[in-house]
């Protein structure tokens, strides 16, 4: 059974857990598995394609960091894949975004409030983070590449309306993430920044009414939505598994052999637009 045969068309790919901040938020950043070679990341994405994997959404960590970013996107866009990355946006620039040329159709850029001292208290920067992001988003839609903005919703910024900030940077799609609290990963800081599900709907609630560039509305995913509804991909291949509240791994082809939602739950996967017309 592939991918494809479940109704699984995307995959994120979790290369590195370097990054260059420190959000208190995080769920990746210790799992203890080196980036890929060039060579493997190859044998990864053609690996991914021959299971019916049409997006390749490559995340970290900050995926910028590793060594050797642009040749991934350029054999990921060789392969036929529809290619995206999440970052939080300070490495891009217009050197780097000339040698990602043609490669990258979508970038997701990651802010959570308008307010550069809440930014800083998340881990997000050190305090300019929110002009920072919007002049990369302004460089992105300049280049014709696709904006995606992913805001994760804490104690801190709960309350927010960020629609006047959504609406100045443009974005064809966002995404809205409850805290997600994964054991290993983020426990530290889980006490202080989770948000209760009234909290997050309050933040649904405030902030659902806003039409996104092409019509789109935001999408809202509680932390029981993203638990075991994402193919995860680990920096060496394998399938990160989540269902439990923490990670285990699997071999990739194994993992997807089995229709068990337990592993990754279809219906979920679907259920919060998983696919979705990226082309």
């Excluded at 045969?5 to 990746?28: D, Q």
């Excluded at 950043?29 to 060579?39: D, I, K, M, S």
């Excluded at 991914?48 to 642009?70: D, T």
Aim: proline share 3%; glycine share 10%; net charge neutral.
């Amino acid at each position: 059974m592939t991918a494809n045969n479940r109704g699984i068309r995307s995959a994120n790919w979790h290369m590195t857990e370097a990054c260059n901040y420190r959000c208190k938020f995080c769920f990746f950043h210790r799992v203890g598995e080196r980036p890929a070679t060039a060579e493997d990341a190859g044998r990864i994405l053609g690996r991914l394609r021959s299971m019916g994997i049409e997006k390749i959404n490559l995340v970290g960590g900050e995926p910028l960091l590793h060594p050797h970013i642009v040749k991934i996107c350029h054999t990921a866009k060789e392969l036929g894949f529809v290619v995206g990355m999440t970052s939080n946006g300070s490495l891009i620039t217009d050197e780097l975004l000339d040698r990602l040329q043609g490669s990258v159709d979508w970038f997701g850029i990651s802010i959570d409030s308008a307010d550069e001292a809440v930014e800083a208290r998340l881990g997000r920067g050190a305090g300019d983070h929110v002009a920072r992001t919007k002049k990369v988003c302004s460089l992105l839609k300049s280049r014709g590449i696709r904006l995606k903005v992913n805001s994760t919703i804490t104690s801190l910024n709960w309350g927010e309306d960020l629609r006047p900030l959504i609406t100045e940077l443009g974005p064809e799609r966002w995404k809205v993430f409850q805290f997600l609290h994964i054991r290993g990963q983020n426990d530290a800081f889980a006490g202080e920044l989770s948000v209760r599900q009234e909290q997050f709907e309050g933040f649904r609630l405030r902030n659902r009414d806003i039409s996104l560039a092409g019509g789109h509305t935001p999408v809202f995913e509680s932390s029981q939505d993203m638990l075991g509804s994402y193919m995860m991909v680990s920096p060496q291949g394998s399938l990160i598994v989540n269902t439990s509240g923490s990670y285990e791994t699997m071999p990739l082809s194994v993992g997807m052999e089995k229709a068990d939602p337990n592993i990754i739950d279809v219906e979920k996967y679907l259920g919060r637009g998983g696919v979705y017309d990226w082309k």
